[in-house]
């Protein structure tokens, strides 16, 4: 009893000590007095890591008579973002689902700290189809929603009684303390950081673009300040301008609440996540640092652990030196210091050890291209009455590595198809050098598998000049089609496997020029990094779209933007250059 008693008195304090730090937190940066708040934010970190807003305890998951995972034991607490990571398949949906409580677990329990808020980024789009944008992100706040509808209710009736003048001004007292006078212009605020303009906040979301739509459920998820949020792929389908304004609202979100994030946009966990959560062979475990830190530091256990003429001091040694190096990286925002303090603290025994498996992507050229690589002059197409390409021209030089990017992505799709012959332009024309040879990865993939009932190793067979089983399944082995898997029929597939299957096919051709179009689309954040390792690796030109930031940023070395009106814009650098670039054109 007293220790229940003990643990509610500490639960209260740290919930009206959370309230007293914001509300000086701000007085203080007023004043510019950030030496008192710094002194705030450390003692306020030193009491959000000790108090768990969610813990679990012994929690399982059983489907089948198979276990998801079990025997998870994890809490998490206030100031920090956590992105769950994990295969394709491993559980990180289901892992949200279980902790917003739409999903129960076979055993053990979540307990949520009292009175808080949670909200959940809804999937489906048509649920709202009814209301408009503005009540769709307002309803987020579920009760400041009711109580603005039961207000208008209340006083559009022709006989207010007494009765009825005492409930309004009890709503009106809850609809003060919600914030409801500035419900809307918050709804709109975040609808416009999200890139969706003023003019069409009272439009109803039956007639809104499935992609607008995208950007409504994730406002909704971020309004009212709620005390937890739980984001499951929120960067899907969002411009560059969108994800750079959801960072920025995550890391100012982290000083008084709690982030859960499921991405497989390394970039965007990176920037946010103080820690990760990795769902890995039935196991789910918490580790201190982003993404970069998980993979690199998985990487060099893996190695260690190999390293067996390797004393264990000298083991010690080389984590102790790479825990440094992380910690001592610049910090380029208070999230980052954040994340250096913890690693401070971090020691050898909880690094992590992931045993997850890699598939091997690389690409080699059979021969090097020569100095003609491929010419575009003047190409113009127009598709549907829509002009996609409105003289279009550029040249590929020895050693270009070039990105396609922009909103037109139908354009880009246009180009890729246009190089490869699949379409004739209206106008222009496209050369190829002749010590050129290509190999394509389309955004659509179905007509390689549509129709074809062959085993996997009879349909990679087809693009391999060796046709031997032995070399095959090997080389399906690499790309983690082992044992019996290999004589899958190909429409049996999973969209990430066909990914998979269309790499294999590609490394086999021996081309001195990849064009790849979405390659990252279906695919899991280890399959993800082996693409990435193989496009730096790859010594011949590359012409690549995809929406992973950070692999733009390691492979490209020139950017073309595709233009909504049909025009490029063409610029020498890397991806960060060119978003640098955009950002001072905007500004001036």
């Known amino acids: 009893i007293w220790i229940n008693f003990l643990i509610s008195y500490w639960h209260s304090w740290c919930l009206s000590a959370k309230s007293y730090y914001s509300r000086f937190s701000v007085f203080c940066k007023s004043c510019h007095n950030f030496f008192t708040l710094s002194f705030l934010q450390n003692l306020w970190y030193t009491v959000a890591e000790v108090i768990p807003m969610i813990t679990i305890s012994d929690l399982a998951l059983q489907y089948s008579g198979t276990f998801l995972f079990q025997h998870v034991d994890l809490q998490f607490t206030a100031g920090n973002c956590y992105g769950v990571i994990g295969a394709n398949g491993a559980g990180k949906s289901t892992f949200l689902k279980l902790l917003s409580g739409e999903l129960d677990s076979t055993k053990g329990t979540i307990s949520i700290k009292p009175g808080l ?47 009825d003048g005492l409930l309004a001004s009890e709503l ?104 990760i959560v990795d769902i890995d062979y039935g196991k789910i475990r918490m580790y201190v640092g982003n993404y970069d830190f998980w993979y690199e530091s998985s990487q060099l256990m893996q190695n260690l652990i190999r390293s067996k003429n390797k004393r264990n001091e000298e083991k010690i040694a080389e984590l102790q030196a790479f825990i440094s190096r992380f910690s001592a990286n610049k910090a380029k925002s208070k999230q980052a210091t954040a994340r250096r303090r913890l690693l401070d603290k971090l020691s050898v025994e909880e690094m992590p050890a992931s045993s997850r498996r890699y598939p091997f992507v690389g690409f080699t050229q059979e021969r090097e291209v020569g100095k003609d690589i491929l010419f575009v002059t003047d190409v113009s197409k127009t598709v549907d009455g829509v002009k996609l390409l409105d003289k279009v021209s550029f040249i590929v030089n020895r050693g270009d590595k070039i990105a396609f990017v922009g909103e037109n992505e139908v354009a880009q ?154 025009t490029i814009c063409d610029r020498l650098g890397t991806y960060d250059e060119y978003l640098e670039y955009q950002a001072a054109l905007k500004n001036s």
């Open 117 to 163: 808020r949670m909200s959940v980024l809804k999937q489906d789009q048509f649920r709202y189809d009814a209301y408009t944008i503005l009540d769709t992100v307002i309803m987020g706040n579920q009760r400041l929603y009711d109580i603005m509808k039961q207000k208008d209710a209340l006083y559009a009736k022709p006989d207010f009684s007494d009765e």
């Open 172 to 275: 009106e007292t809850e609809f003060a303390e919600l914030n409801g006078w500035e419900a809307e212009s918050d709804a709109s605020r975040i609808l416009q950081g999200l890139g969706v303009p003023v003019e069409l906040h009272n439009d109803r979301m039956a007639d809104t673009d499935g992609r607008i739509k995208v950007k409504v459920l994730l406002a909704q998820a971020l309004f009212g300040q709620p005390d937890i949020i739980l984001l499951d792929e929120p960067t899907n389908n969002l411009d560059i301008e969108s994800i750079n304004w959801l960072e920025n609202f995550i890391l100012d979100y982290e000083d008084n609440g709690l982030v859960i994030v499921v991405s497989h946009d390394r970039h965007f966990l990176n920037t946010v996540c103080t820690h």
């Open 413 to 566: 799709t246009t180009m890729f198809k246009i190089l490869m012959g699949e379409l004739e332009p209206d106008e222009g024309t496209v050369k190829w050098g002749v010590s050129t040879s290509q190999s394509y990865f389309p955004k659509d993939n179905s007509e390689y598998f549509d129709g074809h009932d062959e085993t996997l190793v009879d349909w990679l067979r087809q693009f391999s000049e060796k046709k031997d089983d032995v070399y095959l399944r090997g080389f399906l082995g690499r790309m983690l089609f082992s044992g019996e898997d290999v004589f899958k029929s190909v429409k049996v597939l999973s969209g990430g496997e066909k990914v998979r299957c269309m790499l294999s096919r590609m490394m086999l051709s021996g081309a001195n020029v990849i064009l790849l179009d979405q390659p990252t689309n279906h695919l899991d954040m280890e399959s993800i990094q082996a693409v990435n390792k193989g496009l730096i690796a790859f010594p011949g030109n590359i012409l690549l779209a995809s929406h992973d930031h950070e692999m733009l940023q390691s492979v490209a070395n020139r950017i073309i933007e595709f233009r909504p009106d049909g």
